[in-house]
């Protein structure tokens, strides 16, 4: 049997070993719904009427790729999405065990690594939501790079060009692979030592697409940056000082989830610093810099006198700073969509995951020749993989519905604003509307100031026959979006419903000049006009809805009235005619036939005498 053969059968027992945990710990996410984030990205982008193009400015065209292919395969059933993620994560935590195997040369903690990172429970929010596939292929493809580098670096000819093609294909799959190459220097300074120069060298051809893609990132970011970043509850605006203050909570909050991942939940509560200077930021500051500051110049010290291979060192230094490296994209230096999240975590998570696995065998190997000191740890590992599968497992029920997402957060978080928002939506499609007021107000109590939020609070009003509160809450959010057209459409109708006619005319003409061609504003302005005793005005916008929609029958209805009333009776009845060729037996039509003659000069001067 040769060396390649040989190689393949000692990795067979692991690799069955990383199916039935990953089918164990994540299997149940194929009876999970889309949720979260799945209903804008895949039923809206992919499924709906959405952008179909894969290279959208904006998107990650690599997770876009792959959902059109599970929508070509599974149609709207989510459980072939599900699959897709299940087998995306199996197959990165594969590649781990082979990487981290040919890196140390060590199968125990390439098994150990590869477990532990395929049944962590900070994995779940990115297994278990379709949308947050991104996590799973770019850590796959920097794998795939970095293993390639590696083969390359030992001397295979096809390394390098495989490892830049990766390199790309992660780029695509989500721009924190910038990180990259930065990775690829540390191997050369850890695991393969040439010198820092010589590492640089090593890994220039690098350097041009690390150039677009930090070009492509900014632009990309430019287009779709917040400028006013987030209100707070208090009622501030965010400013950009205070993710730079937050960053020491935000890794010290990122270390603990991954040593005890307790309190998950897909909205963690957090509060920006707004001083670098307090007791609070420097405390988290120190914490956060004791590994690298203080712990790793010290177990240093410490194994050159215990005897420690030097290999064995420099394995826990990359482990160390794979894990800061890794978090540097999510610190908030581009501010995200949150300070925080699970899914943040997936690929830092196998630096921690190669740490525990070294630290396991260095005490393994101390105990080496004691059956019982060797037995116990095997004992506490299996107990914490068993903990960490059981814990995946229950997790990813959480992820089954958005209401069971939510009401999960909310558990955690009673003040959370997206809960909130989110199960009032569900109570509001369930007909339940004192039950989404109920949340609707929790929401903007806690802080949220949005428009969306004060749009669906209308709708239920408006739902409810309260066309008083509907009116206040669609004018809070015109006020807080002016470009909104819907919300000023729907302000629009509740100043009609509540008989503020000159009020709703000036709303739609002002929604006229944001969307000169939506539909709904010209009928409604060509009512209201006619309303108000002002017929000829009418005329302009119900002619242009009617070039909008030529069939509606109703628009020809009004059209013609408004003519009739401006005495303008030949284009009333051309508009008759052109109503009766779409429909010559509609009843509605003869009886429009009567009032337009009822307004004819010579039928009120016959009436007159």
């Not at 690799?15 to 164990?24: A, E, P, T």
């Not at 208090?234 to 270390?255: C, N, Q």
């Not at 897909?266 to 405390?283: E, N, T």
């Not at 979006?481 to 419903?497: K, T």
Request: proline share 5%; charged share 20%; aromatic share 10%.
């Amino acid at each position: 049997m040769n060396a390649g053969n040989t190689r393949s059968a000692r990795l067979r027992g692991p690799w069955l070993l990383l199916v039935l945990l990953v089918l164990l710990a994540h299997g149940n996410t194929l009876r999970n719904g889309f949720v979260y984030d799945d209903h804008e990205v895949v039923e809206h982008e992919v499924l709906g009427q959405g952008d179909p193009s894969p290279l959208r400015i904006g998107g990650r065209p690599m997770r876009h790729l792959t959902l059109l292919l599970d929508a070509r395969l599974w149609g709207r059933d989510p459980a072939g999405y599900h699959l897709t993620n299940l087998l995306l994560h199996l197959a990165a935590s594969l590649l781990l065990l082979r990487l981290v195997q040919e890196l140390t040369g060590n199968l125990r903690v390439a098994t150990v690594c590869a477990v532990i990172f395929a049944v962590h429970p900070v994995q779940t929010e990115a297994v278990a939501v379709v949308s947050n596939r991104k996590e799973m292929l770019v850590a796959l493809f920097v794998f795939l790079s970095l293993l390639a580098y590696h083969r390359g670096t030992m001397g295979g000819w096809w390394g390098y060009p495989v490892a830049l093609v990766a390199f790309f294909l992660a780029f695509l799959s989500k721009e924190t692979a910038i990180v990259l190459p930065a990775i690829l220097l540390l191997y050369h300074v850890t695991l393969c030592p040439v010198g820092v120069l010589r590492a640089i060298r090593r890994a220039a051809f690098f350097l041009v697409p690390v150039g677009l893609m930090v070009v492509f990132g900014i632009v990309r970011h430019l287009l779709h940056a917040r400028v006013g970043y987030a209100r707070l509850p208090d009622g501030e605006t965010m400013r950009y000082a205070w993710f730079l203050y937050s960053i020491p909570r935000v890794v010290t909050h990122d270390l603990g989830k991954v040593i005890y991942p307790a309190r998950l939940c897909a909205d963690i509560p957090f509060d920006p610093d707004r001083s670098f200077w307090s007791l609070r930021v420097l405390l988290h500051a120190w914490i956060a810099v004791v590994p690298l500051g203080v712990v790793l110049p010290a177990f240093g010290r410490v194994s050159r006198r215990i005897g420690l291979s030097d290999g064995r060192v420099r394995g826990i230094r990359f482990a160390v700073l794979w894990f800061y490296l890794w978090l540097l994209p999510v610190l908030n230096l581009i501010p995200g969509a949150c300070f925080v999240a699970e899914r943040y975590l997936y690929l830092p998570l196998a630096g921690f995951a190669l740490l525990a696995a070294l630290l396991f065998d260095l005490v393994f190997q101390a105990s080496a020749g004691e059956k019982r000191g060797e037995r116990l740890l095997v004992v506490v590992l299996l107990l914490l993989l068993g903990g960490y599968t059981l814990r995946s497992h229950l997790r990813n029920r959480e992820w089954a519905t958005d209401e069971e997402i939510w009401f999960t957060t909310l558990r955690q978080n009673p003040h959370s604003r997206p809960a909130h928002v989110n199960l009032g939506n569900i109570a509001a499609r369930k007909g339940n509307f004192k039950g989404a007021l109920d949340h609707y107000e929790a929401a903007w109590k806690a802080g949220e100031e949005s428009a969306d939020l004060f749009f669906n609070m209308g709708h239920v009003y408006r739902l409810m026959g309260n066309t008083y509160m509907a009116q206040q809450a669609f004018l809070r959010a015109v006020r807080l979006a002016p470009e909104d057209v819907e919300a000023r459409y729907m302000l629009g109708v509740m100043q009609a419903a509540q008989r503020n006619l000159p009020g709703a005319a000036a709303t739609f003409r002002k929604l006229l000049e944001r969307s000169p061609d939506h539909g709904g504003a010209l009928r409604q302005l060509g009512r209201i006009l006619r309303a108000l005793g002002r017929p000829d005005e009418a005329i302009p916008p119900l002619e242009h809805y009617l070039r909008l929609f030529p069939t509606d029958l109703q628009g020809y209805h009004d059209l013609a009235l408004a003519c009739a009333e401006a005495g303008d009776l030949q284009h009333a009845r051309e508009t008759l005619k052109r109503a009766r060729s779409l429909a010559p037996d509609d009843p509605r039509l003869e009886r429009l036939a009567e009032r337009i003659e009822a307004l004819s000069p010579s039928q009120r001067e016959g009436t007159g005498k």
